[in-house]
């Protein structure tokens, strides 16, 4: 079967960094999705990743591995706003959008 | 730009009743969505859309209806409400026709079935 996983919740303090990992096994794969979700509103776009390599976006990076099935987001400068839950899609080989969990992810000061 | 609407914002059922949840969006994109999303469960795909007058099946079907009459609109229609639909709904809209592009979410409903 097709899975994703992520840590369910993580937490962290303002002003650090945080890591979220996603490892995949999906049938192929064309894309793999990061999108932010807080709490009661609807998810939003943050990267795309194809390629292996680091995206950077701001504050935000996105990794991608396709050998090892694994992407990691990380969030630099964390700030309160950042508390939110963090969902990771992979779009496998026949162009289905398989999503995670998610990550909670709890800002402390 | 709205972007993508969704009604009602909440709404309570009572089991064996029935209900339509609207979306619409004014992109211009082809491609629809209807998510449901449940506590510590990935979201899930219910029906999607390619264009005005084709819709198709996604991974939890069972208990929805769609159409899709206009490329603006694509209507969920629950039929005989049961608890095991309670969730929050999604309306999503794409512009990439391979789900290798970014979604645009409406910002969901939330369902009670009692």
């Known amino acids: 079967g097709q899975n994703i996983d992520q840590p369910t919740e993580m937490t962290a303090t303002e002003g650090a960094i945080v890591q979220i990992n996603c490892t995949y096994q999906?049938?192929?794969?064309?894309?793999l999705f990061w999108y932010q979700q807080h709490a009661g509103e609807a998810p939003t776009f943050l990267s795309y990743?194809?390629l292996d390599g680091l995206e950077e976006k701001g504050r935000f990076s996105s990794f991608l591995s396709r050998s090892k099935g694994y992407s990691y987001l990380l969030l630099k400068e964390l700030q309160m706003k950042d508390s939110a839950s963090y969902l990771c899609?992979?779009?496998?080989?026949?162009?289905?959008?398989?999503w995670g969990a998610g990550t909670k992810l709890i800002i402390k000061p | 730009n709205a972007g993508v609407t969704q009604t009602p914002k909440f709404r309570i059922l009572k089991i064996g009743q029935s209900m339509t949840l609207q979306c619409t969006q004014d992109?211009?994109?082809?491609?629809m969505y209807w998510y449901r999303q449940d506590p510590g469960m990935g979201l899930k795909l219910i029906y999607y859309?390619?264009?005005?007058?084709?819709?198709d099946k996604g991974e939890v079907p069972n208990g929805y209806n769609v159409s899709r009459s206009t490329t603006e609109d694509f209507p969920l229609r629950l039929e005989l409400a049961a608890p095991s639909q309670t969730s929050v709904y999604f309306c999503?809209?794409?512009?990439?026709?391979?789900?290798?592009?970014?979604?645009?979410f409406g910002e969901g409903s939330r369902l009670t079935v009692l």
């Open positions: 999503a809209s794409s512009y990439s026709t391979t789900n290798t592009g970014e979604l645009f």
């Open positions: 992109m211009n994109h082809n491609y």
């Open positions: 859309s390619v264009g005005a007058g084709i819709t």
């Open positions: 999906t049938s192929g794969f064309n894309g």
């Open positions: 990743n194809v």
């Open positions: 899609a992979v779009t496998d080989s026949n162009y289905q959008l398989i």
